[in-house]
Structures are given as structure tokens and as C-alpha cells.
């Protein structure tokens, strides 16, 4: 599923997304010239915000380019991080650029409602639904099992 979690996580934390955006020559935790913009002074850095998990651009001389790898990828494609529709288009260049293989299209894991969330297999048939395609979450099995059932 296409997710800021999930390119996260395929991305090494965002560390890649920067790698493939950031084109000057850069090491982690080292100021460097930002190339986003006509930079005069060495005072751009990227590193690992253990607060979030993830890395982090920070840029002293102009804050604007400061941010996480969808902020910065938002900032170079002209789209507002802050956004839903935005945000959106902000993973799927991401997924598209760096191959993720993320199925854009697929939302067959989507929505899960809270509603049903906990339900168990044993009382399924007491839901007041029509029906329900796709996805229970069974605590035994920690897993989402596919299935379409009709309820009475």
C-alpha cells in the first residue's frame, strides 16, 4: 500500500529519496551548499531526527528547504506537503522515480473501518452490514485475510 510508513521504510529511512534529489555530493551529518537554491554558504545538512525515525534536511541560511524527504520532494515538484491531494502526488512521484513498485492503483487494502477492526471471525454474522469485501483483521493470526461474505 502506498504510504508515507511504506516509502519510509523501502527508502532506508528517506536517505534515499534525499540520494536521488539532492544531486550535490553530500555525506550524512556534513554541511554541504544547498542546490535547491543559489546557496552562498555551506550550511545545508541532512541527518537522522530520532524523535521521527526518520532523515531530516536542515537548512540554516534558508529554512524553507528544511524538512523531511516528502517536505523537500514537495518543495523541488512545486506541491504543499500540508496538502491531502498534494501529499498524494508527492508518494506517487516518489514511488514512480525511484521504482519502488508500489501499485499505485491498488486500494484493495483501503479503507479499513474502525468499526470492524476488532471484530472476530466468531461474530461476524451479528455485524448489521450488507456486505463486507475484503479485509478482517484476525488478532489470532495477525494477519488480513481476503474474503466477501453476506450478512442475514
Known amino acids: 500500500m502506498l504510504n508515507k510508513d ?10 534515499d529519496v534525499f540520494k536521488h534529489y539532492i544531486p550535490a555530493q553530500w ?7 544547498n ?17 521521527s525515525g526518520a532523515y531530516r534536511l536542515k537548512d540554516f541560511g ?8 516528502f517536505d523537500i520532494v514537495g518543495k523541488i515538484k512545486g506541491l504543499d506537503c500540508n496538502n ?3 501529499f498524494v502526488e508527492i ?16 486500494q484493495s487494502f483501503m479503507p479499513v473501518l474502525d468499526k470492524y477492526y476488532n471484530a472476530s471471525l466468531n461474530n461476524l454474522q451479528s455485524l448489521s452490514v ?8 484476525s488478532k489470532s493470526l495477525k494477519s488480513v485475510l481476503p ?3 453476506a450478512c442475514l
Do not use: Q
Not at 521504510?9 to 528517506?14: A, C, H, M, Q, V
Not at 550550511?43 to 530520532?50: L, P
Open 62 to 69: 534558508n529554512d524553507n528547504f528544511s524538512g523531511d524527504c
Open 27 to 33: 555525506r550524512v551529518g556534513r554541511n554541504f551548499l
Open 84 to 86: 491531502s491531494k498534494d
Open 130 to 137: 450488507t456486505s463486507l469485501d475484503f479485509i478482517m483483521f
Open 91 to 106: 508518494l506517487k512521484t516518489i514511488n514512480r522515480d525511484l521504482s519502488l513498485g508500489f501499485d499505485e492503483n491498488n
Open 6 to 15: 511504506e516509502i519510509l521504510r523501502r527508502t532506508n529511512k528517506g536517505l
Open 147 to 149: 474474503f466477501s461474505f
Open 35 to 51: 542546490p535547491l537554491y543559489d546557496d552562498k554558504k555551506a550550511s545545508c545538512n541532512i541527518y537522522f531526527d530520532r524523535s
